[in-house]
């Protein structure tokens, strides 16, 4: 009964917040509700008992119980926020949906095929937030979110046709001696990694989530990180968990897998580091941020996966944190729309703040909790090989280059006090601002909301045996490490 | 021969329309060509015998997860065909402010003066009908190298999936490369039903989910498409 609460409630209370959509105070009410029941709902649920429903198995696991419970905690944020900024009529019952999706997937990992199938739901219900406008507005979608919901439907398709034809060819899978054919262990492991790095944003594969930062509200950026590719991770792992041939009989497959991970964070630092723009330069270090935990999974190692599994929650702050400040930093303050600000920080110093220590979050600076995942992935990298290690330093290097410079072209340059010539008022031009030219005041009960997602992450960073031994339980059990190792 | 259209026929049937997806131009064609290819495929499904039939139409025991395949697929053209049927009709207009209504009005222009300029020309197949070929060249060779299942499941399968990329990669316009990513999903659908060792519910029922989700959310972007520029063409949406 409490599985089946947990994948219909949300569906259920996002029909009924579809209908409230254009009331932004009781549909955010309900979705708050919505998320802390089903907060209390997977708290009740029995870890590690599975059962047996439509034929199918439901369990959770205490890493996927705690992944879900992040998930719900961000979404609850995320759900505050939408009180002070301004998000799309159908944010509320997109989210709901998609934490629908995200629950019903988690505990159906055990299923891969039915995994893989949710996990394209899911992505195909986050386009219709991707184009969402705001309440009443009067403008027309723009071309850029619609190219960029069509690149992201494709992806999506694609990326689950990939991952179902790996599962095809697992289920059918013959051991190489049996028969003398060709083990298909290597299109299988390529199959996985086009499927899994189309979603989790793996170059080469990462531009659409580029583009989704860039042209969709932050808060659908938020999401569609937090809830699905994060999902991603946790079904990669427990593919490999059900399936540990591939790990067993793809040596150079992990290789490269890893190899991959190592060249994401280079690739994408160096976009980062070459366009200082306060959405893509962030995003591009979330795709770094992603190879590298993909370097800590293919490592097949228990620090690698420990300091991977660890990461995935800081990714998670680190995301919210980024996203809820930069959707601060681009209220008005007062200038005209053309003005290229350089002194956000000044102008806005409790979202400023906020969005340095994201980024600092991201990169794994102490005293984060980051900082101890990175140590642990390095080390992994390490006991693979210095190649690797190498690899992760240039890219963190790179990465820490690519926020310095984004720090310096935004936010600590001098205040523009210049009066600017304002771009005259063209015919056909749809997104002329209407907004009020005086600084707004930052709201204050939601940076302290964010300075405590960053506190939190400083505490599991001093003492990070918190979460650790949870992680660490649950790698005990996890077969492919054993073999791989 | 005549035994071999007899049995065939169903095969022959998915390999025709999926190659009219391929092919066509108008979204008329195309759509009847999907509504045909999901009958198609449940008359292969059928005639295979995957799943043991337990429900008798018009004096036909077939399976009520073929049944289940064919509504999913009807739903799915249906979706398609109401929204290109209703994208003539101007919505929300009221809200709009006078930049918003100018650019509409300036993009039904372009669209008006592009179907004046641009009638349908033979060169438009050319690429499609190579593609067509590939494919078709393709899907006898893959099975011979790459058997999943037996001859005529590999050939539907990889028929399906070879016409569905390729639709993709030649759309130009975004119904189409929604059908695209249809017949994709069709030939997931078909393989599962035909290798899978027990036909399980909830996949079943996940994948007529994601047919449905997925033609939705075509038809909801090809609308707010054709609501901002008049036409589905996606060479225009990549116009600055």
Not at chain 2, 66 to 83: E, F, P, R
Not at chain 2, 164 to 170: E, L, Q, R
Request: proline share 5%; net charge negative; charged share 10%.
């Amino acid at each position: 009964m409490l599985y089946l609460l947990i994948i219909f409630f949300p569906f259920a209370v996002a029909a009924g917040m579809f209908l409230l959509r254009s009331q932004p105070g009781p549909s955010i009410t309900g979705a708050i509700i919505c998320v802390l029941t089903e907060a209390i709902l997977v708290l009740q649920l029995p870890v590690d008992a599975p059962v047996r429903l439509l034929g199918l198995t439901l369990t959770i696991d205490p890493l996927g119980q705690l992944v879900l419970l992040t998930i719900l905690g961000i979404a609850l944020f995320a759900y505050t926020v939408t009180f002070f900024i301004t998000h799309g009529e159908h944010f509320i019952p997109v989210s709901l949906l998609l934490l629908g999706f995200t629950g019903t997937t988690v505990l159906l990992l055990q299923e891969p095929f039915v995994a893989a199938l949710l996990m394209v739901s899911s992505g195909l219900v986050a386009i219709l937030a991707i184009v969402d406008l705001p309440i009443g507005s009067t403008v027309l979608v723009e071309r850029s979110p619609l190219i960029t919901a069509l690149h992201y439907l494709v992806l999506v398709l694609l990326s689950g046709f990939a991952m179902y034809m790996a599962f095809v060819l697992l289920t059918i899978y013959w051991p190489t001696e049996t028969n003398g054919q060709a083990s298909p262990s290597h299109l299988i492991i390529a199959l996985l990694i086009v499927g899994f790095g189309m979603r989790f944003a793996i170059f080469p594969f990462h531009s659409w989530l580029i583009e989704v930062a860039e042209f969709s509200a932050p808060m659908v950026t938020v999401f569609i990180i937090t809830a699905l590719n994060s999902t991603g991770l946790l079904f990669l792992i427990s593919t490999f968990q059900f399936f540990p041939i591939i790990v067993t009989e793809n040596e150079r497959g992990m290789h490269v897998l890893m190899a991959l991970g190592g060249v994401t964070m280079i690739v994408s630092a160096l976009f980062g580091l070459a366009t200082p723009h306060l959405r893509r330069t962030p995003t591009y270090l979330i795709v770094g941020n992603s190879g590298f935990m993909l370097v800590g999974v293919a490592s097949a190692s228990s620090s690698g996966l420990a300091g991977s599994i660890l990461e995935l929650f800081n990714h998670m702050i680190a995301v919210m944190v980024i996203y809820v400040s930069i959707a601060l930093l681009e209220r008005p303050d007062g200038r005209p729309v053309v003005t290229i600000r350089r002194d956000l920080l000044w102008r806005w110093p409790l979202a400023g703040s906020g969005f340095i220590g994201g980024c600092l979050l991201l990169l794994g600076a102490p005293p984060f909790s980051s900082f101890t995942s990175k140590v642990l992935v390095y080390d992994a990298a390490a006991h693979t090989g210095a190649g690797y290690v190498v690899l992760l330093g240039i890219g963190t290097l790179l990465m820490l280059a690519a926020i310095a410079r984004l720090l310096y072209e935004r936010l600590l340059g001098a205040a523009e006090e210049l009066p600017t010539e304002e771009m005259p008022i063209l015919m056909a031009t749809s997104e002329i601002s209407t907004s009020d030219r005086r600084q707004l005041l930052e709201p204050v009960g939601l940076t302290i909301v964010m300075f405590v997602l960053l506190g939190i992450s400083a505490v599991v960073g001093i003492y990070p045996q918190l979460l650790l031994t949870t992680i660490e339980s649950v790698i005990r059990g996890l077969t492919f490490v054993h073999v791989a190792s | 021969m005549a035994e071999f259209f007899a049995t065939q026929w169903p095969l022959m049937g998915i390999a025709a329309s999926a190659g009219i997806i391929l092919l066509a131009q108008q979204w008329r064609s195309t759509l009847i060509g999907l509504l045909l290819n999901y009958v198609f495929v449940a008359a292969f499904l059928a005639q295979q015998q995957f799943i043991t039939p337990d429900v008798s139409v018009f004096g036909y025991m077939v399976s009520t997860t073929v049944l289940v395949k064919i509504i999913a697929g009807l739903s799915a053209v249906l979706i398609l065909g109401v929204t290109a049927l209703t994208f003539s009709r101007e919505e929300g207009t009221e809200e709009l402010d006078e930049f918003s209504l100018a650019e509409l009005r300036r993009a039904a222009r372009r669209a008006q003066r592009q179907k004046i300029i641009a009638p349908l020309r033979f060169t438009d197949f050319v690429v499609p009908l190579w593609a067509l070929i590939l494919a078709a060249i393709a899907s006898f060779i893959l099975p011979r190298l790459y058997p999943i299942g037996s001859e005529s499941v590999d050939f539907a399968w990889y028929w399906l999936t070879l016409t569905g990329i390729f639709t993709i990669v030649t759309a130009n316009d975004v119904l189409k490369l929604g059908l695209g990513l249809l017949l994709c999903v069709s030939s997931i659908d078909l393989l599962y039903t035909a290798i899978a060792s027990t036909i399980q519910v909830f996949p079943l029922a996940m994948l007529g989910l994601t047919t449905i989700v997925l033609s939705l959310s075509v038809s909801y972007l090809s609308a707010l498409m054709y609501g901002r520029l008049k036409t589905l063409e996606l060479n225009e949406l990549y116009k600055r």
